[in-house]
């Protein structure tokens, strides 16, 4: 029976008690039924540095190094792994809010489940009938708290490493309510479009990976997939395609970093949904611009309302062929709490600041025309309008050819405001002000050449970076334009066109 989130505060008082273990009435188990190996390699550069204690953890309870662990190939990593699995089940046998919290108990028992027999692989059987005693009285415990995690993929890792559990151990109790869960969890958070509703890619991409395990592992038990399973993962894929960009990589929306394009592409694989990505995606709201070899994705949505949002709306990304050119900021752990805080805001995107604030939407408006291969995007949001007396409306055009991308910026109301639009570029792109100072310069990574030209506003460079995860920021620019509304507001005419190789 799970409990209401209503009694969480008082129902610590009893789980912190010394005999709550004695209440979770745990089976004796001799073997688990175990699933397929894991399908997602891992990091073994981060498990070095782990290991050297280079490396910090954002959740030392989750086990969700144990990937990267086991990249490593040898026995120095296993023992590693071995003596943190010992040390753990020492000190946390009993209850503690950040040990035993719910969204915790399911990421750790799905990572102790596919990684078990390498885990446990030199017959070990103190260790692996310890692991088998603590994990089944977890699993007791989250079956109890299994609608307490936020919203979002925490209640999803919750219900999925209940899931994983009952196939291992065999509770038909355990499964349907693990199952039962999952679906009611993806209704509420997959868009008819296909995307989560935290509208971050990589938050996306981490829900996909968790389906296709629950698929695989409920496959290899010959069990039925739970209600909105199959249909989550056809929606899904697709938007995976959506938020992919030139180079094989996620768009850096929403607390997205750096995802290496080979795990995108087997997860699409193992997903096996050919779906092709729409041009526009209303329920997640994001709008795709796609002509020749070039590509822009626009955020056209309201910010969720969870811990990846980011003010970022009407930002856009652009990719020619496979190189980036303009993007947004990137991502930190939660750990980098400084960093984090500075990435969220409005100026660390390509997008317009007015009064050096954040953008704070109610409301965006978005239409979409596409004629003989050219795409129009027309979108506005009332962000500022509370702030500062402004709404801002955003036109991106892209031509049939992909050779130029035009865009128009306009804020209508209060004057007197100070305004700034914001291109930063990738960090592998070479800018430099033409002489007159009307023009940027650009060069790609692979030599090709573009100019950025503006009207209405005076062109600035300045220094910008890209942060993804534990690495270090990559030093980068940005092209600034800055102004100040009048009367009837502020127009800036801007574009990026095209010069070819040279």
């Known amino acids: ?66 990937p990267d662990i086991r990249a490593m190939g ?5 023992a590693w792994a071995k003596q943190k699995l010992r040390a753990w089940l020492d000190r946390n046998s009993r209850w503690s809010e950040a040990a035993w919290a719910p969204e915790t108990i399911g990421l750790r028992l799905a990572n ?16 692996a009938q310890d692991l088998r005693r603590a994990a089944s009285l977890q699993a007791r415990h989250l ?21 994983l559990w009952a196939l291992a151990e065999r509770s038909e109790e355990l499964l349907a309510l ?54 989550a993962l056809d929606r899904m894929g697709p938007m995976a395609r959506f938020w992919r960009m030139g180079d094989g990589t996620l768009a850096h929306f929403n607390d997205t970093g750096h995802v290496p394009a080979a795990q995108l592409s087997l997860a699409l694989a193992l997903c096996a949904s050919r779906g092709k990505p729409m041009p526009s995606a209303p329920h997640s709201g994001f709008e795709r611009l796609s002509a020749g070899r070039t590509l822009a994705i626009m955020d056209t949505g309201t910010p969720a309302s969870d811990i990846h949002a980011h003010a970022g709306t009407l930002s856009f990304e652009l990719c020619v062929g496979k190189q980036r050119v303009v993007g947004n900021m990137g991502m930190a752990p939660l750990r980098q709490q400084e960093w984090r805080q500075a990435l969220k805001h409005t100026a660390a995107h390509s997008t317009v600041t007015a009064g050096n604030a954040d953008s704070q939407p109610r409301t965006v408006t978005v239409e979409r ?69 009307k023009a940027v310069l650009l060069k ?37 334009l800055r102004g100040q509304t009048g009367e009837g507001g502020a127009l800036v005419k801007w574009a990026f066109d095209s010069l070819g190789k040279r």
């Open 1 to 66: 029976m799970t409990l209401p989130p209503i009694l969480r505060p008082y129902a610590h008082l009893i789980f912190a008690l010394p005999v709550y273990g004695l209440t979770l009435k745990a089976p004796s188990l001799e073997t688990l039924a175990l699933g397929p190996a894991d399908p997602w390699p891992g990091d073994a550069a981060r498990a070095e540095r782990l290991i050297a204690g280079g490396q910090e953890l954002d959740n030392p309870h989750d086990f969700s190094e144990l």
């Open 74 to 78: 040898d026995r120095l990593a296993n």
């Open 112 to 127: 102790w489940l596919k990684h078990a027999p390498w885990l446990l692989d030199d017959g070990e059987p103190g260790l």
């Open 143 to 163: 079956a109890r708290t299994l609608n307490w995690p936020p919203e979002g993929r925490p209640r999803l890792a919750a219900a999925k490493g209940l899931l």
């Open 178 to 231: 693990a199952a039962s869960a999952l679906s009611d969890a993806l209704a509420q958070q997959i868009h008819p479009d296909g995307g989560h509703k935290s509208r971050s890619p990589a938050v996306h991409l981490d829900v996909l990976k968790d389906l296709i395990d629950l698929k695989i592992w409920l496959n290899a038990a010959n069990r039925e997939l739970p209600e909105g399973l199959q249909g």
């Open 369 to 437: 025309q596409e004629e003989q291969g050219a795409v129009w995007v027309n979108a506005s949001h009332d962000g500022y309008l509370l702030s500062h007396g402004l709404m801002h409306k955003r036109r991106l055009h892209l031509d049939g050819q992909g050779t130029v991308l035009r865009g128009e910026d306009s804020l209508e109301g209060k004057a007197g405001v100070d305004v700034a639009l914001r291109f930063h570029l990738d960090p592998s792109v070479q800018a430099a002000l033409s002489g007159d100072a």
């Open 444 to 480: 790609l990574a692979d030599g090709a050449g573009w100019r950025f030209r503006a009207k209405g506003a005076l062109i600035e460079m300045e220094s910008s970076a890209f942060k993804s995860g534990d690495d270090p920021p990559k030093r980068s620019q940005q092209i600034v």
